[in-house]
């Protein structure tokens, strides 16, 4: 059923044709409308450099960024934590798993970001406790998982080679649970741009929410369209380069038997 | 073992509760109220007509949203898989895009086109929910099993029949992932959008509540969600899938 080799090159012409022609739709639809509807692809390009220009402008992209993978290196470090402990205590496998995961999995993220505001004032450290809370249960269920596919044999073996649990952690179970660790980072990383940064629109005075939300107080249609592209851009690229490095170094078949 | 991690649980979950109400007599009650005014004001949520109509409007929008995803993912991923000129574009273009694109810009996209009311909020959740239908089922159709479809070949010609007692059949895992994804993260994005860009479900109470620093209604909204898409995760999807699980076990 797969005949895709033959006809890549037709796939690709598509694939790129449909961009131009969706460029081109828009380009064309745009003239007809007022710019705080639909802005015109140059519009749009224009606010983009912006980000690349103007300092100021660039400034919001860089503190959502640092943000984002600070909350996400902290939410990790705390599941790692979690789920180390019931491994360590499997009597607490029921709180972990059934009480804090649970209800860190259906908190609503507006209702951190809400709270958020309410009990602390609108800062930086506002926005890292909601952005944390929100990707805490995305890193807790891969870390969890990690601990549990931990092959009994190769942590025997562990223990026969070296009583220090210290060194045990650090040679046998983190390189068992990194290719976990690391599909967990990047889910992680994925919710920090796409859904944590409500977190930005109350609960901040820079990032790309706060820019996000006064481009729209204004009906600025264009500086929308462009903060859109800018977060899909930074979480692609970086996504791309970064985590996929990480990806190839712990995949999940080095970790595994034989 | 089990039995005492089951009791610690309930212990815990009984000392958060001590702890909460203990924190919220000597904090203001517009900081962190207690547990039991939170209990009375989502009771109020049911006996309270024109609030229980705006619980009935957010259920609405995500119903609306999920259904609509789950057919645009179905038909997007089904393309991709049959209609191979399309799918490079789908699978190496779209989705890519669809997945990296956040959704408080659906949010603020929509709010230009449609202005505050349900749509937009339909639209921003709809777009955020797709991309995660269309993995799934793309993964599912990718990991058919080539040796009963072979079956199916030789069973029968007729394509209808064999997409429905075979390919069917077999997407169901994914389909079912897909609608118990899509089902979590549609009430804790239509809160989202419905405070910013709708004029009606719990998602403006909440704005509301918020103005009005009410922060007994905040809570009670906070952990009605949390409470209604936790039971249905407990009582509704894990029971399913457990018995999927035992049914397309391989080997």
Same mark, same amino acid.
């Given at each position: 059923?797969?005949k895709?080799?033959?006809?890549i090159?037709?796939?690709?012409?598509?694939?790129?044709g449909?961009?131009?022609?969706?460029?081109?739709?828009?380009?064309?639809?745009a003239?007809?409308?007022p710019?705080f509807?639909?802005?015109?692809?140059?519009?749009?390009?224009?606010?983009?450099?912006?980000?690349?220009?103007?300092?100021?402008?660039?400034?919001?992209?860089?503190?959502?960024?640092a943000?984002?993978?600070?909350? +996400?290196?902290?939410g990790?470090?705390?599941?790692?934590a979690?789920?180390?402990? +019931?491994?360590a205590?499997?009597?607490?496998?029921?709180?972990?798993?059934?009480?804090?995961?649970?209800?860190?999995?259906?908190?609503?993220?507006?209702?951190?970001?809400?709270?958020?505001?309410?009990?602390?004032?609108?800062?930086?450290?506002?926005?890292?406790?909601?952005?944390?809370?929100?990707?805490?249960?995305?890193?807790?269920?891969?870390?969890?998982?990690?601990?549990?596919q931990?092959?009994?044999?190769?942590?025997?073996?562990?223990?026969?080679?070296?009583?220090?649990?210290?060194?045990?952690?650090?040679?046998?179970?983190?390189p068992?649970?990194?290719?976990?660790?690391?599909a967990?980072?990047?889910?992680?990383?994925?919710?920090?741009?796409?859904?944590?940064?409500?977190?930005?629109?109350?609960?901040?005075?820079?990032?790309?929410?706060?820019?996000?939300m006064?481009?729209q107080?204004?009906?600025?249609?264009?500086?929308?369209?462009?903060?859109?592209?800018?977060?899909?851009?930074i979480?692609?690229?970086t996504?791309?380069?970064?985590?996929?490095?990480?990806?190839?170094?712990?995949s999940?078949?080095?970790?595994?038997?034989? | 073992?089990?039995?005492?991690?089951?009791?610690?649980a309930?212990?815990?979950?009984?000392?958060?509760?001590?702890l909460?109400?203990?924190?919220?007599?000597?904090?203001?009650?517009?900081?962190?109220?207690?547990?039991?005014?939170?209990?009375?004001?989502?009771?109020?949520?049911?006996?309270?007509?024109?609030?229980?109509?705006?619980?009935?409007l957010?259920?609405?929008?995500?119903?609306?949203?999920?259904?609509?995803?789950?057919?645009?993912?179905?038909?997007?991923?089904?393309?991709?898989?049959?209609?191979?000129?399309?799918r490079?574009?789908?699978d190496?273009?779209?989705?890519?895009?669809?997945?990296?694109?956040?959704?408080?810009?659906?949010?603020?996209?929509?709010?230009?086109?449609?202005?505050?009311?349900?749509?937009?909020?339909?639209?921003?959740?709809?777009?955020?929910?797709?991309?995660?239908?269309?993995?799934? +089922?793309r993964?599912?159709l990718?990991e058919?099993?080539?040796?009963?479809?072979e079956?199916?070949?030789?069973?029968?010609?007729?394509?209808?029949?064999?997409?429905?007692?075979?390919?069917?059949?077999?997407l169901?895992?994914?389909?079912?992932?897909?609608?118990?994804?899509s089902?979590?993260?549609?009430?804790?994005?239509?809160?989202t959008?419905?405070?910013?860009?709708?004029?009606?479900?719990?998602?403006?109470?909440?704005?509301v509540?918020?103005?009005?620093?009410?922060?007994e209604?905040?809570?009670?909204?906070i952990?009605?969600?949390?409470?209604?898409?936790?039971?249905a995760e407990i009582i509704?999807?894990?029971?399913?899938?457990?018995?999927?699980?035992?049914?397309?076990?391989?080997?």
């Amino acid at each position: 059923m797969t005949k895709a080799s033959p006809h890549i090159l037709t796939q690709r012409l598509i694939a790129e044709g449909a961009f131009v022609l969706l460029l081109v739709i828009w380009w064309t639809g745009a003239r007809g409308m007022p710019a705080f509807v639909l802005p015109g692809p140059e519009d749009v390009l224009k606010a983009l450099s912006r980000f690349v220009t103007d300092p100021g402008t660039a400034y919001h992209a860089i503190v959502s960024f640092a943000r984002v993978v600070v909350s +996400v290196v902290v939410g990790m470090v705390l599941a790692l934590a979690l789920a180390a402990a +019931v491994r360590a205590v499997p009597i607490l496998e029921g709180i972990v798993e059934r009480r804090i995961l649970t209800f860190l999995n259906s908190f609503p993220s507006v209702g951190w970001a809400i709270l958020g505001v309410v009990w602390f004032q609108i800062s930086t450290p506002t926005v890292l406790f909601i952005q944390t809370a929100i990707v805490l249960p995305f890193c807790l269920i891969n870390a969890l998982a990690g601990f549990r596919q931990i092959d009994p044999e190769l942590d025997e073996l562990g223990r026969s080679l070296t009583r220090s649990p210290v060194r045990r952690f650090f040679k046998v179970t983190l390189p068992l649970v990194a290719p976990f660790l690391v599909a967990g980072l990047r889910v992680a990383y994925g919710i920090g741009w796409k859904i944590s940064l409500v977190s930005e629109l109350f609960g901040a005075s820079s990032g790309i929410g706060y820019l996000l939300m006064r481009a729209q107080t204004v009906s600025d249609a264009a500086t929308v369209f462009a903060c859109c592209i800018v977060i899909v851009i930074i979480y692609g690229v970086t996504d791309h380069i970064f985590i996929k490095l990480l990806a190839r170094r712990f995949s999940v078949n080095q970790g595994s038997q034989t | 073992m089990r039995l005492t991690a089951n009791t610690l649980a309930h212990l815990f979950t009984l000392a958060m509760l001590l702890l909460w109400w203990g924190y919220s007599q000597i904090i203001p009650s517009y900081q962190l109220p207690g547990p039991w005014p939170v209990a009375r004001r989502i009771a109020g949520f049911f006996t309270d007509p024109s609030d229980a109509a705006q619980l009935g409007l957010s259920l609405l929008h995500v119903t609306v949203a999920i259904g609509i995803a789950f057919v645009a993912g179905c038909v997007l991923a089904a393309l991709a898989h049959y209609v191979w000129p399309l799918r490079m574009l789908i699978d190496n273009r779209l989705t890519p895009l669809l997945n990296a694109f956040s959704g408080i810009g659906w949010l603020f996209i929509a709010m230009l086109w449609f202005g505050l009311n349900g749509v937009t909020v339909v639209f921003a959740v709809t777009m955020i929910l797709v991309p995660f239908t269309v993995i799934n +089922v793309r993964t599912g159709l990718q990991e058919l099993n080539a040796e009963l479809l072979e079956l199916g070949r030789s069973l029968t010609r007729n394509k209808v029949r064999q997409t429905a007692k075979i390919i069917v059949p077999l997407l169901v895992p994914y389909l079912f992932a897909a609608l118990r994804t899509s089902f979590g993260v549609s009430w804790k994005v239509v809160l989202t959008a419905e405070l910013f860009g709708g004029n009606a479900g719990v998602g403006y109470l909440l704005n509301v509540a918020r103005q009005e620093f009410d922060t007994e209604t905040i809570f009670a909204i906070i952990f009605f969600i949390l409470i209604f898409v936790a039971a249905a995760e407990i009582i509704l999807f894990r029971p399913i899938q457990r018995r999927l699980d035992r049914r397309f076990a391989r080997d």
